[in-house]
């Protein structure tokens, strides 16, 4: 049978469609592999549950728990770190103002400190005490600006406890916040009171149900934000965020 022009085009770009979508696919599951490398495992049994991670040229070694979601490291945190680790230039840590929301074991934050930034990692009062023992064991006379770790649960007291006036992050860091929790409306007022104008948002989004989901686009009602890292084989995605239009203001005094 023959194929008219038409039909030859379009086989041709469904061809090209399905060699792009192995490609990606290839790729991705080679950065997922490059990725979950940097963790390992104590050999043998210990007292306390830990897993080890390599990242910014040190060994972490972060306690975990298992009573609490927050006390566990979840694959977005890893995303996270290695691409902070993979592009630091594109995104120098050196000297600036970091805080992480919804820290849990403290991960990004430690790497966020070993590559140079001064960071504050915060989470519920009930998480801060393995908070701060990650954050002190695996940064102590490690880092250029020791970190410290406070509280912060969202949407409560944030202009007393993170107050506008003094209160300027460069960065806001955020790995997995978003899962079945009825506080998400407190989590954008979060964003929210801490992001200004010139704030970076770094934030790692594990996909799970359509509630959860629907949080980007109530999201993006505030901020603009862009794709950096797409790996369908977690179902996770790594968003850059600003507040709406200062992203275009920023890339065009990038590039003049």
Same mark, same amino acid.
């Given at each position: 049978?023959?194929?008219?022009?038409?039909?030859?085009?379009? #086989? @041709?770009?469904?061809?090209?469609?399905?060699?792009?979508?192995?490609?990606?696919?290839?790729? !991705?599951?080679?950065?997922?592999?490059?990725?979950?490398?940097?963790?390992?495992?104590?050999?043998?049994?210990?007292? +306390?549950?830990?897993?080890?991670? @390599?990242?910014?040229?040190?060994?972490?070694?972060?306690?975990?728990?298992?009573?609490?979601?927050?006390?566990?490291?979840?694959? &977005?945190? #890893?995303? #996270?770190?290695?691409?902070?680790?993979?592009?630091?230039?594109?995104?120098? #840590?050196?000297?600036?103002?970091?805080?992480?929301?919804?820290?849990?074991?403290?991960?990004?934050?430690?790497?966020?400190?070993?590559?140079?930034?001064?960071?504050?990692?915060?989470?519920?009062?009930?998480?801060?005490?393995?908070?701060?023992?990650?954050?002190?064991?695996?940064?102590?006379? =490690?880092? =250029?600006?020791?970190?410290?770790?406070?509280?912060?649960?969202?949407?409560?007291?944030?202009?007393?406890?993170?107050? &506008? &006036?003094?209160?300027?992050?460069?960065?806001?860091?955020?790995?997995?916040?978003?899962?079945?929790?009825?506080?998400?409306?407190?989590?954008?007022?979060?964003? !929210?009171?801490?992001?200004?104008?010139?704030?970076?948002?770094?934030?790692?989004?594990?996909?799970?149900?359509?509630?959860?989901?629907?949080?980007?686009?109530?999201?993006?009602?505030?901020? !603009?934000?862009?794709?950096?890292?797409?790996?369908?084989?977690?179902?996770?995605?790594?968003?850059?965020?600003?507040? +709406?239009?200062?992203?275009?203001?920023? @890339?065009? +005094?990038?590039?003049?």
């Amino acid at each position: 049978m023959d194929l008219t022009s038409s039909q030859h085009n379009r #086989l @041709h770009k469904e061809l090209i469609r399905k060699l792009e979508g192995q490609e990606g696919k290839k790729e !991705d599951e080679l950065i997922v592999a490059e990725i979950m490398k940097r963790r390992f495992f104590p050999a043998a049994i210990t007292h +306390k549950t830990w897993e080890g991670f @390599h990242f910014a040229g040190h060994e972490i070694r972060i306690t975990e728990a298992t009573d609490s979601y927050g006390a566990v490291v979840w694959p &977005s945190a #890893l995303v #996270l770190c290695y691409f902070l680790e993979t592009n630091s230039e594109h995104c120098n #840590l050196v000297d600036k103002n970091v805080i992480e929301i919804g820290a849990g074991t403290g991960l990004v934050s430690i790497v966020a400190s070993l590559l140079g930034a001064r960071v504050t990692a915060t989470d519920l009062p009930e998480l801060l005490g393995n908070l701060q023992h990650n954050v002190l064991k695996n940064t102590k006379l =490690k880092c =250029k600006h020791q970190p410290c770790a406070k509280e912060l649960s969202w949407g409560i007291d944030l202009e007393k406890n993170f107050p &506008s &006036s003094s209160c300027h992050f460069d960065y806001i860091m955020a790995a997995d916040v978003v899962y079945h929790h009825p506080f998400l409306d407190e989590l954008l007022l979060t964003f !929210d009171h801490l992001c200004k104008n010139d704030t970076i948002i770094l934030w790692a989004m594990k996909f799970r149900l359509d509630r959860e989901n629907q949080f980007v686009g109530r999201f993006q009602t505030l901020f !603009d934000l862009e794709v950096i890292f797409n790996f369908p084989s977690l179902n996770i995605t790594l968003y850059k965020a600003m507040r +709406k239009g200062r992203m275009k203001v920023r @890339h065009s +005094k990038l590039t003049t």
